[in-house]
């Protein structure tokens, strides 16, 4: 099984809500990856997971807040996004040192 | 610092045609490199990577990337091209010297095949 799992697909979110992405992985990877993208551009590294462990933190606001319950889950928690939050947020996973496996993302919409 | 160059923010071959799409990278050690492929309104798919080992690399759906050090390039190609092979393209390079967790991606190039 090589798929990562995002949930939801779609979100709208006023800049006052408190609302979760989810991601799930079953590959034993043992890194996992937050990533920010515009349309048509990179993604940007946020944060990333290594062995459940907070290793890279790329000075993202406090609005958003990462957690990773265990080796499988990865949880993004959104608080008083701005509009400019709005993008395609892609959660990613790997073995520490190999080739990254990306969900599809959820395309988030803040009002 | 690693850094990631793609000079091509377009590509467009004819389908039957070979199509190549150019990366270049920077990097203060061995890099490990990767290929992504981005679908519209999905995430990016792995197409192929170098570690070490032989310059030639082979990888999904037909394409292969050559790796050589001392052009620090790594160019994706494919004898010929599909018009499903039509797609944003990404490389990217991390450096296992420095920072383990880290990718650093080119800016991408769209590739369109035409009929």
């Known amino acids: 099984d090589t798929e990562v799992t995002q949930t939801p697909k779609h979100l709208v979110m006023g800049m006052t809500n408190k609302k979760s992405l989810k991601c799930e992985q079953h590959?034993?990877?043992?890194?996992m990856y937050w990533y920010k993208q515009k349309a048509k551009k990179p993604p940007e590294l946020m944060f990333v997971y290594s062995y459940e462990k907070l290793s890279i933190n790329e000075s993202v606001p406090s609005r958003f807040s990462p957690e990773c319950p265990n080796s499988s889950l990865l949880n993004l928690h959104l608080h008083a996004l701005q509009p400019e939050d709005s993008a395609l947020y892609l959660c990613?996973?790997?073995?520490?040192?190999?080739?990254?496996?990306f969900g599809p993302g959820t395309r988030l919409l803040v009002l | 610092a690693q850094s990631v160059a793609q000079p091509e923010d377009q590509v467009n071959v004819a389908e039957g045609n070979p199509l190549t799409v150019k990366c270049t990278y920077s990097v203060s050690g061995n890099p490990y490199l990767f290929w992504y492929v981005q679908y519209p309104n999905r995430g990016l798919q792995f197409l192929l990577k170098?570690?070490?080992?032989?310059?030639l690399v082979k990888g999904s759906y037909g394409f292969e990337a050559e790796f050589n050090k001392s052009q620090t390039s790594f160019h994706l190609k494919k004898p010929s091209a599909l018009v499903s092979d039509s797609a944003l393209y990404f490389c990217?390079?991390?450096?296992?010297?420095?920072?383990?967790?880290?990718?650093?991606f080119g800016d991408g190039t769209t590739l369109t095949v035409k009929p």
């Open positions: 990613a996973s790997s073995t520490v040192m190999g080739a990254q496996y």
């Open positions: 590959m034993g990877h043992r890194a």
């Open positions: 170098y570690i070490t080992g032989d310059n």
């Open positions: 990217a390079v991390r450096d296992p010297s420095t920072n383990a967790g880290k990718s650093t």
